[in-house]
């Protein structure tokens, strides 16, 4: 019987779980699902859950994990997750991953993907961020700097950071992030899908160790 490849990124923030999540589904035809995306896709289509959601938020309320499950629950039910997906931003919390557990089927090949890298290594990647308001383009103090110091190379508007971008902001979205996901860290090796890769390399290098991995996993050649 033919598993359905199901990936899970974790991953603190800027260690690269996004350019990893567009790799990963080109090459493996996966669908990327990001819960950030899903709720705004709700939202703009006023969609029952979509509508549930605005509210809650409205209130300044968190949204309940039953919510953030019938939304995810609702999407990998459509026909492009059927040959497989990537979870990218769930879960969050051990009640999500649990409640996950309970409805993969047995024909669904999961694979739990951490990408690790030093908080030096976070911290620097990320405070030395520099964002177009204009065309949203991202660039880098060091590793991508702009042509003209302070100026987007495709709409020449000023360059900014982002407030949480900031180094004191970012080491405290790292302390979260590691409460939140150590109990997830457990989880995954108890059920011995979890497989850990270092996020300190290029781009190029970290997708080369995850595709080792993954075709050990689904016997697809690298």
Known sequence: MEKTLVVILLGPPGVGKGSQATKICSQYKLTHISTGDLFRENIKNQTELGK????????????????????????????DC????????????LAQAQSFDKKLKPTDNLIVISLEASDETVVERISGRLSCKTCNRIYHKIVNPPSQEGLCDHCHETLYQRPDDKEEVVKRRLSVYKTQTKPLIDH??????????????????????????????TGEKV
Do not use: C, W
């Open 82 to 93: 059927k040959t497989g997906y990537l979870l990218d931003g769930f879960p969050r919390t």
């Open 52 to 79: 549930k959601a605005q509210d809650i938020m409205a209130s300044g309320a968190l949204v309940p994990d039953e919510l953030v499950l019938s939304m995810l629950f609702d999407r990998i039910e459509k026909q």
């Open 188 to 217: 995954y090796k108890k059920l011995n899908v979890l497989k850990t890769i270092s996020g300190e390399h290029s781009i190029d290098k970290v997708f080369e160790d995850i595709s080792i991995v993954l075709a050990s996993t």
